[in-house]
């Protein structure tokens, strides 16, 4: 069975940084692509990153070029997204999930072409 367990979300303020991380288990996790998601109660969930599993290839939702980053660390089974210069608007239950494949599709930002998710971490930028 495939389990992703999120870990190390918090509350900072504007400004700083946070790195928010995913262990996985029951699946060889260099085999599949991994994506973040973050979601607002009322309002639809939103892809971040999607991270290949062969290749490392890394792909970013605008929101999320130049200031978060997706990584895996294969021998740990553990995805991280470092998340920089938070703003408020960052604020949101973060979701790792793990892909169909080993590769992140065209349509990578889209819930449907993963097959598992965690539960989330949240993630809470005030003043």
């Known amino acids: 069975q495939v389990k992703l367990v999120e870990s190390g979300g918090g509350s900072v303020q504007p400004g700083e940084s946070l790195n928010v991380s995913c262990v996985a288990s029951?699946?060889?996790?260099?085999?599949?692509?991994m994506g973040w998601f973050r979601q607002v109660p009322g309002l639809e969930r939103e892809a971040i990153a999607c991270?290949?599993?062969?290749?490392?290839?890394?792909y970013y939702s605008p929101s999320a070029e130049g200031r978060f980053t997706i990584s895996r660390d294969t021998a740990r089974s553990t995805l991280y997204l470092q998340m920089n210069s938070l703003k408020v608007e960052d604020t949101a239950m973060y979701y790792c999930a793990a892909g169909k494949n080993y590769y992140c599709p065209d349509a990578w930002a889209q819930s449907y072409t993963y097959r598992t998710w965690g539960r989330g971490t949240q993630v809470t930028v005030s003043t």
């Open positions: 029951g699946l060889t996790f260099s085999a599949f692509a």
């Open positions: 991270i290949s599993g062969h290749s490392g290839a890394t």
